[in-house]
């Protein structure tokens, strides 16, 4: 992602120039998929407790980002460059954190786009 946003779109998600590029590089079904599956296990799958074994630095980074895309995913409707923007959001604060995750959440993590 370069370093000036576009504009912050209805989720929260900030949307830079060069996301037009990753939309037409990922698949983005697979892409929402990823996102889901992270969503299922952090937030409705939780019963190894992966929140609550968080820093508190990693719930405020990771946890609220997540969060805002699980109802964009909710709501649906959402275009290809609103659905990047999440997946790219959670990717960038999720990453500084991994050390803290379950492997199966750093993997997914990590198929994320940047």
Avoid: K
Wanted: glycine share 6%; with cysteine; hydrophobic share 45%.
């Amino acid at each position: 992602m370069s370093a000036e946003y576009q504009r912050i779109n209805r989720f929260g998600f900030a949307e830079y120039h060069d996301m037009a590029g990753i939309v037409r590089e990922v698949d983005l079904p697979v892409m929402a998929e990823t996102l889901r599956q992270i969503v299922d296990l952090v937030l409705v799958e939780d019963e190894s407790g992966i929140v609550e074994a968080m820093s508190p630095e990693a719930r405020a980074d990771f946890a609220v980002p997540l969060g805002m895309a699980a109802g964009m995913l909710e709501d649906g409707g959402y275009s290809d460059v609103e659905l990047v923007s999440a997946a790219c959001t959670v990717r960038y604060f999720a990453e500084r954190h991994t050390n803290e995750f379950p492997e199966e959440l750093t993997s997914l993590v990590l198929r994320l786009p940047r």
